[in-house]
């Protein structure tokens, strides 16, 4: 099955930093990366998602990219603010089911 | 659009004991899925039904996990005994597409979870 690892674990920033997130997935079948943001007791909330077709996608200040041939993909976020302080978990997908394999997660710290 | 509601929050049951947790989803939702998130962790699939018919159960620990969907809608996920290793967040999430669990069109959405804790 899908193996997806995910570093780092923890990640600190000051606020206005840029923080990035990286997975790598096994399965070379996989074409959907989504990944989620849940904060401190609540649910996971899909932030933003790719498919293999494309290398890069950007909303806002978060932009995800994917390099097919290494199996990797990283969230990036720009100016950083407090309020994106939670947990990023990647996640990939096998193409037909579109059920995801979750990475272990990130816990992103921005200091004000 | 209401969400998908989850009772109880919290649990808190000693080793050996049963436990039951309950799942609404999204009206119309033909598919429901149980998720296990333990502390530090992803989320891990144990269930997923469409409709009141069960599609993969692959990690379901089965000789003590069980999970119903009689009438389609509503879902029970229950763990008899537990042990201590089955404290965590239990997730449920729900689409209106089967197979098309995570697609932001299709509205893959989350509860808020069940926190289990086994002592």
């Known amino acids: 099955g899908e193996n997806v690892e995910q570093h780092p674990s923890t990640l600190s920033v000051q606020e206005g930093d840029s923080a990035v997130i990286k997975c790598t997935y096994s399965d070379s079948a996989s074409n959907y990366f989504p990944w989620y943001k849940q904060e401190l007791g609540k649910r996971p909330q899909l932030i933003i998602d790719?498919?293999?077709?494309?290398g890069e996608k950007k909303d806002q200040r978060i932009a995800v990219t994917l390099n097919k041939t290494a199996k990797h993909f990283s969230l990036h976020i720009t100016e950083t603010q407090p309020e994106d302080s939670a947990v990023y978990f990647c996640a990939a997908s096998p193409p037909g089911s579109y059920i995801p394999t979750f990475g272990r997660g990130t816990s992103l710290i921005v200091h004000p | 659009e209401a969400g998908v509601a989850q009772s109880p929050r919290y649990k808190i049951i000693e080793k050996r004991q049963s436990v039951a947790f309950w799942c609404n989803p999204i009206s119309g939702h033909a598919t429901l899925y149980w998720y296990q998130q333990i502390l530090g962790q992803g989320p891990k699939l144990l269930i997923q039904f469409q409709n009141n018919g069960v599609v993969d159960d692959s990690q379901l620990p089965k000789d003590r996990f069980s999970a119903e969907r009689l009438k389609g809608v509503d879902s029970t996920l229950k763990i008899q005994p537990a042990k201590l290793e089955d404290s965590a967040v239990y997730l449920c999430?729900?689409?209106?597409?089967?197979?098309?669990?995570?697609?932001?069109?299709?509205?893959?959405?989350f509860g808020s979870g069940t926190r289990l804790t086994v002592v």
């Open positions: 999430a729900s689409s209106s597409n089967p197979g098309q669990g995570v697609e932001r069109t299709y509205g893959y959405t």
């Open positions: 790719i498919r293999s077709n494309v």
